[in-house]
C-alpha cells in the first residue's frame, strides 16, 4: 500500500491567515518508509532557507491503487547562463520553440516580473493570446498529488547527470506531470527560494532545460507559468494537476 505525504509550513501562523508561506513538499511512499519520510519533511520545514517555520501540518493518506495514473518522466538538458539577462533570453527561446507565442511569452515575463511576492500555485495563461485563464490570482493553481515511481533508480542516474536532491526531483516530477497533462504547451519556472537561482523551461516535446541563473541572487520572489492551448477545458485542467494521483515512470 501507499501513502501520500504532504508537508506546508509557514512562519507567523497559517499560512493564508497571517502567516507567511515556508515550505511545502509532498511524496507517494511506501509503507516501510512512511516514518522516516514524515521527519525528514519536519527538519526541511524547519532549515528553510526562507526562514524557520512555526506552523507545521503534515497530512498523511492511504492511497488506492486503482486511483494511480503513470506519465513519463521528461528528459533532462542543460542550459548554462551567467547572468539572470542571459538566463531570461534562453528561457524566452524555449518557450518560442515550444509552441508559445511571442506575445503569450513576453505576457508571460511582465506577470511573473510585477509579482512583489511568491504565489502558492502557478497562473495558466493562453499559450496564444497571453491571457490569464486560472482567475485564482494570487493563488494560482496548485499542482499535487504526484511523485517519481522508483526514487531510487531515478537518484542514482539524475546524480549522475548532475541533477540530483530533492529539490531538482521535486522540479522533475511537478514538470513531468505538467507537460504530460491535455492542453499544456510549455511551463516556465523559476524558485522563491532566495539562494537558488536557477529555473526551467519544461516541455513534452523537449523535456526539463534547467536554466542555470534565470534571477538575481536573494531574491525571495519565484514564479510558475502553464502555458497551454487556446480552447484548453480549465477545469478538467486543474483537475488533473491537482487532484490527480500520478507517479512518473523513468524511461
Ligand atoms: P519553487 O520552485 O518551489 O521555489 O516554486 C516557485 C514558484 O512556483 C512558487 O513561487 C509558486 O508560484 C510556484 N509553485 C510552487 N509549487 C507549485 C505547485 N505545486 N504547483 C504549482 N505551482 C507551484
Redesign the pocket.
Known amino acids: 500500500m501507499l501513502y501520500s505525504v504532504k508537508m506546508r509550513s509557514s512562519l507567523g501562523g497559517v499560512h493564508g491567515e497571517g502567516g507567511r508561506h515556508i515550505s ?1 513538499a509532498e511524496r507517494i511512499v511506501s509503507e516501510e518508509k512512511l516514518d522516516e519520510e514524515i521527519l525528514s519533511m519536519v527538519h526541511r520545514a524547519k532549515e528553510h532557507d526562507r526562514g524557520e517555520a512555526d506552523f507545521i501540518q503534515v497530512k498523511v493518506e492511504k492511497v488506492k491503487p486503482s486511483d494511480i495514473s503513470y506519465c513519463p518522466l521528461i528528459d533532462f538538458y542543460q542550459i548554462d547562463t551567467k547572468t539572470k539577462e542571459e538566463g531570461r533570453k534562453a528561457a524566452k527561446q524555449e518557450l518560442l520553440r515550444s509552441g508559445v507565442s511571442l506575445t503569450a511569452v513576453e505576457k508571460g515575463f511582465f506577470l511573473l516580473d510585477s509579482l512583489t511576492d ?5 497562473m495558466v495563461l493562453d499559450a496564444v493570446t497571453g491571457e490569464r485563464l486560472d482567475g485564482r490570482d494570487c493563488r ?5 498529488n504526484m511523485d517519481i515511481e522508483d526514487a531510487v533508480s531515478y537518484e542514482r542516474e539524475m546524480t549522475a547527470a548532475g541533477h540530483g536532491g530533492d ?1 531538482a526531483r ?2 522533475m516530477v ?1 514538470a513531468s506531470k505538467v507537460a504530460n497533462a491535455k492542453g499544456t504547451v510549455a511551463e516556465l ?5 532566495p539562494h ?1 537561482v536557477t529555473g526551467y523551461v519544461g516541455s513534452k516535446r523537449f523535456g526539463y532545460g534547467r536554466i542555470m541563473v534565470m534571477k538575481d541572487y536573494g531574491d525571495p ?4 507559468i502553464f502555458f497551454v492551448t487556446p480552447g484548453t477545458d480549465m477545469e478538467a485542467y486543474e483537475n488533473y ?1 491537482q487532484n490527480q494521483v500520478v507517479l512518473v515512470r523513468m524511461k
Open positions: 511545502g511568491s504565489m502558492r500555485g502557478a494560482g493553481v496548485r499542482c499535487s529539490h521535486e522540479a511537478l519556472c523559476w524558485s522563491d527560494d537558488y520572489v519565484g514564479g510558475r494537476l
